[in-house]
């Protein structure tokens, strides 16, 4: 069974730059969660989809961060303008309706 | 807001030894744990997971542990190996639909030859 595919793998853009990540999960899985990681600490839930329906997306900075699933399938996470804060790896899991959650590589981005 | 914590940032252990990585959480209404692996420059990596109805559960060469009189769990890893070496996060799941997860700052396991 194929993983979460994630791209680009690594971006690095100058601050007030806009970004955009990629996801496809694994075939079948219903949820897909967006993560910020930043050095150091444990992944911090940014956006959670239920199919192409938002979950919760309390924790997402919607001054700057969008993020979209229309089809049910894959995910877009976009930043428009990037600060240096935004420093981080972006990890894209999927899961079925309440099972493990498993994890792409993550987009490693760095904001200068 | 609830929080789950690990004990220690760093543990080094000899190859051939047991670990054990510990983990503090909060949060008494949690329900669900996790524990995933971290290898540099890669995504988490699911390990073992433990329900609360229980209090041990063992996989291949690892143990969770759960003691929810003390929110405390723990991951032991038998006759730890090179490839052992990452960082390990515990994560919870309280009570809800949504059943998201809160990690930890994790572990970081090296393993000495």
């Known amino acids: 069974e194929a993983g979460v595919a994630q791209s680009p793998r690594y971006k690095i853009i100058e601050k007030r730059q806009s970004v955009a990540f990629w996801c496809n999960p694994i075939?079948?899985?219903?949820?897909l969660y967006w993560y910020q990681q930043i050095l150091g600490q444990g992944p911090k839930l940014l956006i959670q989809?239920?199919?192409?329906?938002?979950?919760?997306d309390s924790q997402l900075p919607k001054d700057r961060f969008s993020a979209e699933r229309l089809k049910g399938v894959d995910s877009t996470l976009k930043i428009q303008p990037a600060k240096l804060e935004d420093s981080a790896v972006y990890l894209c899991?999927?899961?079925?309706?309440?099972?493990?959650?498993?994890f792409g590589p993550g987009t490693r981005l760095t904001v200068t | 807001g609830e929080s789950v914590g690990l004990h220690l940032p760093t543990l080094s252990v000899q190859e051939g030894d047991n670990s054990i990585i510990n983990c503090a959480y909060s949060?008494?209404?949690?329900?669900?744990f996790i524990w995933y692996k971290q290898e540099s420059g890669k995504g988490p990596q699911f390990i073992i997971d433990?329900?609360?109805?229980?209090d041990k559960r063992q996989g291949q060469r690892v143990t969770v542990l759960l003691n929810k009189t003390v929110k405390h769990l723990s991951l032991q890893i038998a006759a730890t190996q090179p490839g052992d070496s990452a960082v390990y996060f515990c994560?919870?799941?309280?009570?809800?639909?949504?059943?998201?997860?809160?990690f930890g700052s994790g572990t970081q396991l090296t393993v000495l030859p």
């Open positions: 989809f239920q199919n192409n329906g938002v979950v919760d």
């Open positions: 994560a919870e799941t309280g009570t809800g639909s949504a059943r998201q997860l809160t």
């Open positions: 949060n008494s209404a949690s329900d669900y």
């Open positions: 899991a999927s899961s079925r309706l309440a099972g493990v959650q498993y």
């Open positions: 433990i329900r609360s109805n229980m």
């Open positions: 075939s079948g899985h219903a949820t």
